[in-house]
T-cell receptor, first 112, second 117 residues
Framework: GNSVTQMEGPVTLSEEAFLTINCTYT??????LFWYVQYPGEGLQLLLK?????DKGSNKGFEATYRKETTSFHLEKGSVQVSDSAVYFC???????????FGKGTRLHILP | GAVVSQHPSRVICKSGTSVKIECRSL??????MFWYRQFPKQSLMLMAT?????????EQGVEKDKFLINHASLTLSTLTVTSAHPEDSSFYIC?????????????FGPGTRLTVL
């Protein structure tokens, strides 16, 4: 079945550091890929998405590229801020149903 | 943007009692709502999918008689945990898909922390 694996946290970085959170997936078809972010005390929010191979999703300085050959969708940001501290979830959705499969989440701490 | 609310945000109850959690889409009509359960340091696990006016579809391993879901209108779904026990303590999250949106487009509520004593 479909699944998502992402790096375990917590990840702790200093402000302005470069961020990478790795995500790989297993899927039988051609899924859409997502990154969600959960700020403390809030619900999950869609951060970015990519619906086909080689698509790059981007938002708020974050980027992720749909790599079919490596089945990966790594999240990157060139210069993180304290306000980026949150839990990040990689996820996929198969076009055949409405379900979203989530990774376990990666907690990110940014130090000032 | 689309907003989904949940009520209550936290609830503590005694073992054996029932607890109802509400999920509302505040500014859009939701044809489909989803209920998830999140354990500490674990991913969100889909419990069930509900469509307005029809019976919920439960994921394998989820007891439908224990987790009653009602989706009576296009803006409200409720999850009732019946005869709750300590092992039901968890973080419950709902999401909603707009009638006009894509199938993958889910907006999430802030979650409800249930603690069963």
């Amino acid at each position: 079945g479909n699944s998502v694996t992402q790096m375990e946290g917590p990840v702790t970085l200093s402000e302005e550091a470069f961020l990478t959170i790795n995500c790989t997936y297993t899927a039988t078809g051609y899924p859409s890929l997502f990154w969600y972010v959960q700020y403390p005390g809030e619900g999950l929010q869609l951060l970015l998405k990519a619906t086909k191979a080689d698509d790059k999703g981007s938002n708020k300085g974050f980027e992720a590229t749909y790599r079919k050959e490596t089945t990966s969708f790594h999240l990157e940001k060139g210069s993180v801020q304290v306000s980026d501290s949150a839990v990040y979830f990689c996820a996929l959705s198969d076009y055949r149903d409405d379900k979203i499969i989530f990774g376990k989440g990666t907690r990110l701490h940014i130090l000032p | 943007g689309a907003v989904v609310s949940q009520h209550p945000s936290r609830v503590i109850c005694k073992s054996g009692t029932s607890v109802k959690i509400e999920c509302r889409s505040l500014d859009f009509q939701a044809t489909t709502m989803f209920w998830y359960r999140q354990f500490p340091k674990q991913s969100l696990m889909l419990m069930a999918t509900s469509n307005e006016g029809s019976k919920a579809t439960y994921e394998q391993g989820v007891e439908k008689d224990k987790f009653l879901i009602n989706h009576a209108s296009l803006t409200l779904s409720t999850l009732t945990v019946t005869s709750a026990h300590p092992e039901d303590s968890s973080f419950y999250i709902c999401s909603a898909t707009p009638a006009s949106g894509g199938r993958w487009e889910q907006f999430f509520g802030p979650g409800t922390r249930l603690t069963v004593l």
